[in-house]
C-alpha cells in the first residue's frame, strides 16, 4: 500500500490526452496554476496543491504558460477518496518536498530504491490524509481509526478485542471500516506500524539498534514477523536496509533527507 509505482514531471505543454490509469495519480503542482478535465466537470488547482484521482477515472491536465505538475502514480493509498478531489497545503514546504524526493528516487535505481518509494509513498499520502478537510468518516469508523492510530506502537494492543467490545457486529465493522478508508482495519494497524518501521530505519539515529527494538517500538511482539512483514511491504528486509543505510551515512550521506531550501 502507498507504494509510489511511477512518477513523472510535465510541463504546461506536454500532457498527454484524457486517458484513465489503473493506479491513483496524485498531481502537485510546483509553478503556476492549471485545471484537471474530467467527463463532466472541471478541477482548478493551484501552486502547492494537490489533484488526486481515482484509477479508470478519465482526465486530462492543462496549465497556464511555466506550469509545472510533479505526477505520483500508487499502489493503494490508504486515502478515503472516492472521486477526484483538490487537496489544499498547508503552507509548508514539506508535501513539495515529498513530491520532489520521490520523483528523485524514482528516477535513480538502486538496492533502496523500492523501500524509499514506499516511505515517500506513504509520506505523501499522511500529508494529504491530514490537509483533506471535506471527507467525514462514520462516527463508528472514526472511532476505530483513532484508537488505531493512539494504540498500534503498543505490542500489547488486541486489534480484534476492541472490535469486538463495540456494539456492532464484527464482520459490519470490517467492511465498513474498509469501504470508507479503503483497507481492512488490520491492514491499517499493519500499515502505521510499518510506517514507523521505515521511518526509524531511514533517520540518523540508530547507531546500536536492534531489529527486536525496531519491532517492539513499531508495536510487532515478534521480530521474525516483524521482518516478515517489512520485506512482503517494502521489498527488502530491515536489517539489509538498516546495514545499508549506515554504510551511506559512514560514507557522509543520509537515505532520507529533504531538499535544501533558501533560508
Known amino acids: 500500500m502507498n507504494l509510489i509505482v511511477s512518477a513523472v514531471q510535465r510541463s504546461a505543454a506536454d500532457h498527454p490526452s484524457r486517458r484513465a490509469y489503473t493506479d491513483w495519480e496524485f498531481a502537485f503542482c510546483t509553478e503556476g496554476s492549471g485545471v484537471c478535465h474530467l467527463e463532466d466537470a472541471s478541477l482548478a488547482f493551484a501552486k502547492g496543491e494537490t489533484v488526486a484521482v481515482p484509477p479508470l477515472v478519465p482526465h486530462e491536465f492543462t496549465g497556464e504558460k511555466g506550469s509545472r505538475i510533479i505526477h505520483v502514480f500508487t499502489d493503494r493509498p490508504t486515502l478515503p477518496l472516492k472521486r477526484p478531489t483538490?487537496?489544499?497545503?498547508?503552507?509548508?514546504p514539506w508535501l513539495q518536498h515529498a513530491f520532489e524526493a520521490?520523483?528523485?528516487?524514482?528516477?535513480?535505481?538502486?538496492?533502496?530504491?523500492?523501500?524509499?518509494?514506499?516511505?515517500?509513498?506513504?509520506?505523501?499520502?499522511?500529508?494529504?490524509?491530514?490537509?483533506?478537510?471535506?471527507?467525514?468518516?462514520?462516527?463508528?469508523?472514526?472511532i476505530i481509526r483513532l484508537e488505531i492510530n493512539a494504540q498500534y506502537i503498543d505490542p500489547g494492543f488486541e486489534l480484534d478485542r476492541f472490535l469486538s467490545e463495540l456494539p456492532f457486529n464484527y464482520d459490519y465493522l470490517r467492511k465498513l471500516f474498509q469501504?470508507?478508508?479503503?483497507?481492512?482495519?488490520?491492514?491499517?494497524?499493519?500499515?502505521?506500524?510499518?510506517?514507523?518501521?521505515?521511518?526509524?530505519?531511514?533517520?540518523?539515529?540508530?547507531?546500536?539498534?536492534?531489529?527486536?527494538?525496531?519491532?517492539?517500538?513499531?508495536?510487532?511482539?515478534?521480530?521474525?514477523?516483524?521482518?516478515?512483514?517489512?520485506?512482503?511491504?517494502?521489498?527488502?528486509?530491515?536489517?539489509?536496509?538498516?546495514?545499508?543505510?549506515?554504510?551511506?551515512?559512514?560514507?557522509?550521506k543520509t537515505a532520507f533527507s529533504p531538499p535544501e531550501t533558501d533560508a
Open 86 to 92: 483538490v487537496i489544499s497545503g498547508d503552507g509548508t
Open 102 to 142: 520521490a520523483l528523485h528516487h524514482f528516477e535513480t535505481p538502486g538496492e533502496e530504491q523500492k523501500l524509499l518509494l514506499a516511505a515517500y509513498g506513504n509520506l505523501i499520502v499522511c500529508y494529504l490524509a491530514a490537509s483533506h478537510k471535506d471527507h467525514r468518516l462514520s462516527r463508528v469508523v472514526e
Open 179 to 252: 469501504k470508507e478508508m479503503g483497507i481492512t482495519p488490520l491492514q491499517y494497524l499493519i500499515s502505521l506500524r510499518l510506517q514507523t518501521a521505515a521511518e526509524a530505519l531511514l533517520s540518523a539515529e540508530k547507531e546500536g539498534v536492534s531489529m527486536a527494538d525496531i519491532a517492539r517500538m513499531c508495536g510487532f511482539r515478534e521480530p521474525l514477523y516483524f521482518s516478515r512483514m517489512f520485506k512482503k511491504q517494502y521489498g527488502v528486509a530491515p536489517s539489509f536496509y538498516l546495514r545499508s543505510d549506515k554504510k551511506q551515512r559512514a560514507d557522509g
